[in-house]
């Protein structure tokens, strides 16, 4: 049974930092390429970072410079460190776990608030 499990979302004030973490399980981690996508109320699903099997990423341009994605296969987690958050980025943030022909999963969600 394959589960992604996100956490470190929360409320936090513009400027502050957090990070989320998805935990994998089910699945042969460092084979897979994963992501982080968010979906704001009334707005489709977008993708925000992913981070390919050997380790290359890439980012919505709405983050380049303040979110970092990384992947930690001895854990099966992978991370998204957001700095400089701004109320923009309010949203559900989702972990994705791809791999071509064997399959795509979906972690339940984790909220992000930015806010004053």
């Known amino acids: 049974q394959v589960q992604l499990v996100e956490s470190g979302g929360g409320l936090v004030q513009p400027g502050g930092s957090l990070r989320l973490s998805c935990a994998a399980s089910?699945?042969?981690?460092?084979?897979?390429?994963m992501a982080w996508h968010r979906q704001a109320p009334g707005k489709q699903r977008e993708l925000v970072a992913a981070?390919?099997?050997?380790?290359?990423?890439n980012y919505a341009d709405s983050v380049k410079g303040r979110f970092t994605i990384s992947r930690d296969n001895a854990k099966n987690t992978v991370y998204l460190q957001m700095n400089s958050l701004k109320p923009e980025d309010t949203a559900v943030y989702y972990c994705?776990?791809?791999?071509?022909?064997?399959?795509?999963?979906w972690g339940q969600g984790t909220q992000v608030t930015v806010s004053s």
């Open positions: 089910g699945i042969t981690f460092s084979f897979y390429a």
């Open positions: 981070i390919s099997s050997g380790g290359s990423t």
């Open positions: 994705n776990g791809y791999r071509a022909v064997v399959g795509n999963y």
